[in-house]
């Protein structure tokens, strides 16, 4: 298994475009997670999916985010209009079942906003 | 208000010797803690875990210690290697399953 996929590795966009993020599970995974990383908050929760349905999204920063699961191997988190504050880097995990605390991440999206 | 603190935010360490990484929490409903370590242009992998009803786990050179009194955990490397040069993260989880992570540390351990 490639483990989870994410996409872009590296997205560079000026202030007030729309970005969007790619994420790929586990095959067999069914709960998803999207966090954030930056230098003062560490790795912050955003939001969890569990069978596609969204658990928790009270980590979502603002309206500007969102995030969807279309179907039980993909999701994506967009962010329209995108701010310079919201770059960081931004993963996707998922682990085996809802209380799986070990949870495997993907490579995560470096995200620059210009 | 971060619930789950590492207040170093680097550590360096002579190959060979201890290297020792420190959590704090306030939350006592946390019930199991986590270790995760992240190389660089990676994302964190699963180190090493502890149940609130233990005080120690062990996992080859890597031992964690859980204080619950003083709401404190730490992380024994013995002994260092330089492969062990990474950012750990701590993490708790709550009772609804939910994981806080700390701020990292970021380790080096020199040859």
């Known amino acids: 298994d490639a483990g989870v996929i994410q996409s872009p590795r590296h997205e560079v966009t000026e202030m007030g475009q729309e970005v969007t993020l790619r994420c790929k599970l586990i095959s067999g995974h069914n709960s998803l997670f999207w966090y954030r990383q930056t230098m003062m908050r560490g790795l912050e929760l955003l939001i969890y999916f569990n069978n596609n349905v969204p658990i928790d999204d009270s980590g979502m920063p603002e309206d500007r985010f969102s995030a969807k699961m279309p179907n039980a191997s993909f999701s994506t988190l967009k962010i329209q209009p995108s701010e310079p504050r919201d770059s960081a880097v931004y993963f996707c995990a998922s682990s085996l079942k809802r209380a799986d605390e070990k949870l495997f991440f993907g490579s995560g999206t470096q995200l620059s906003v210009l | 208000d971060q619930q789950v603190k590492q207040n170093s935010p680097s550590l360096s360490v002579q190959e060979g010797r201890i290297s020792i990484l420190n959590c704090d929490y306030t939350n006592s409903m946390f019930d199991y803690f986590l270790w995760y370590k992240k190389y660089p242009a990676e994302g964190p992998t699963f180190l090493i875990s502890?149940?609130?009803?233990?005080d120690k786990n062990e996992d080859g050179r890597f031992t964690v210690f859980l204080n619950k009194s003083a709401k404190h955990l730490s992380l024994h490397i013995v002994p260092s290697q330089p492969g062990d040069s990474a950012v750990y993260f701590c993490a708790a989880r709550n009772a609804g399953n939910m994981l806080t992570f700390g701020g990292g540390t970021r380790l080096m351990v020199k040859p």
């Open positions: 502890i149940s609130s009803i233990k």
